[in-house]
C-alpha cells in the first residue's frame, strides 16, 4: 500500500519559515519525481517544486529564491524549506510522487494546511 505522509504545516507570521516534509512507503522512491503542490481556498491546485530522481530541482517562480525542496533517497523522504513566507502562501501543501508517462502511477499525500497569517 503506497502512502505518502506530510508533516511541518502550521500557523506562521508574515517574513516566517516553515519546513513541510513528506515520509513516503510503498513505492520505489528513487524513480518518481517528488513534487509538493498547494491549493489555495477558490483556487485550482498548484505545482510548487519538483525533485527528480537525479535529483534536479524547479521551483515555480513565485516561490524562487524563497522556498527549497530536497529528497532523501535513503530516508524516502521529500522536503520542502519555506522561508520569507506570504500571506499568499497560504494554502493546504500536498506531497505527490509521480512518474513521467506514466499516469496511473501517481499517488498523493492528504495534505498539511499552512496559514499565513499576522
Known amino acids: 500500500q503506497v502512502q505518502l505522509v506530510e508533516s511541518g504545516g502550521g500557523l506562521v507570521q508574515p517574513g516566517g519559515s516553515l519546513t513541510l516534509s513528506c515520509a513516503a512507503s510503498?513505492?520505489?522512491?528513487?524513480?518518481?519525481?517528488m513534487n509538493w503542490y498547494r491549493q489555495a481556498p477558490g483556487k485550482e491546485r498548484e505545482l510548487v517544486a519538483t525533485?527528480?530522481?537525479?535529483?534536479?530541482?524547479t521551483h515555480r517562480d513565485s516561490v524562487k529564491g524563497r522556498f527549497t525542496i530536497s529528497r532523501d533517497n535513503i530516508k524516502r523522504s521529500v522536503s520542502l524549506q519555506m522561508n520569507s513566507l506570504k500571506f499568499e502562501d497560504t494554502a493546504v501543501y500536498y506531497c505527490n510522487a509521480a512518474r513521467i508517462g506514466l499516469p496511473r502511477d501517481d499517488y498523493w499525500g492528504r495534505g498539511t494546511q499552512v496559514t499565513v497569517s499576522s
Open positions: 510503498g513505492i520505489i522512491f528513487r524513480i518518481y519525481n
Open positions: 525533485a527528480t530522481p537525479g535529483g534536479t530541482t
